[in-house]
């Protein structure tokens, strides 16, 4: 119960940061929000932001299942990732956008998620990016 309610506690953190960071990394392309948003990835993960984002998709799923939180955390973490890669595509970094897409969906996979479906926490966020996608703001 209380890991429950303590995970719980560190998802509501990590989504209102995200909507923050990722709005401005990917709809208003702040490159440093990019930074942020890796920083908080690994808060949220315990790992080392360089390292963890460095990981290959099989690598990352593997340490995501030693912190023993990736069925509670991977949709999120998938989604973020993926957000990561639109972001990362907008700077004209194709390699780091395909690893992001690429380690979104082993994590995923890795926990039983579709990458395709929007966790509930991020759909108002989803929806801000995808009316900015439709009105030609960004790729």
Same mark, same amino acid.
């Given at each position: 119960?209380?890991?429950?309610?303590?995970?719980?506690?560190?998802?509501?953190?990590?989504?209102?940061?995200?909507?923050?960071?990722?709005?401005?990394?990917?709809?208003?392309?702040?490159?440093?929000?990019? @930074?942020?948003?890796?920083?908080?990835?690994?808060?949220?993960?315990?790992?080392?932001?360089?390292?963890?984002?460095?990981?290959?998709?099989?690598?990352?799923?593997?340490?995501? &299942?030693?912190?023993?939180?990736?069925?509670?955390? @991977?949709?999120?973490?998938?989604?973020?990732? +993926?957000?990561?890669?639109? +972001?990362?595509?907008?700077?004209?970094?194709?390699?780091?956008?395909?690893?992001? $897409?690429?380690?979104? $969906? &082993?994590? &995923?996979? @890795?926990?039983?998620?579709?990458?395709?479906?929007?966790?509930?926490?991020?759909?108002?966020?989803?929806?801000?990016?995808?009316? &900015?996608?439709?009105? @030609?703001?960004?790729?």
């Amino acid at each position: 119960m209380l890991q429950r309610d303590y995970l719980s506690k560190l998802i509501e953190s990590f989504t209102k940061q995200m909507e923050v960071y990722l709005k401005d990394a990917v709809i208003l392309r702040k490159t440093e929000s990019i @930074g942020e948003v890796e920083e908080a990835l690994g808060e949220l993960l315990e790992l080392d932001p360089d390292m963890l984002l460095s990981l290959s998709p099989d690598s990352l799923v593997t340490m995501i &299942a030693l912190g023993g939180n990736g069925d509670a955390l @991977g949709d999120s973490v998938a989604y973020v990732l +993926a957000r990561l890669g639109d +972001a990362e595509a907008q700077r004209g970094d194709k390699e780091t956008a395909a690893l992001r $897409r690429q380690q979104a $969906r &082993a994590v &995923a996979l @890795g926990f039983g998620f579709n990458n395709q479906i929007v966790p509930e926490q991020f759909k108002d966020l989803d929806k801000e990016i995808q009316d &900015a996608r439709a009105q @030609g703001r960004f790729i």
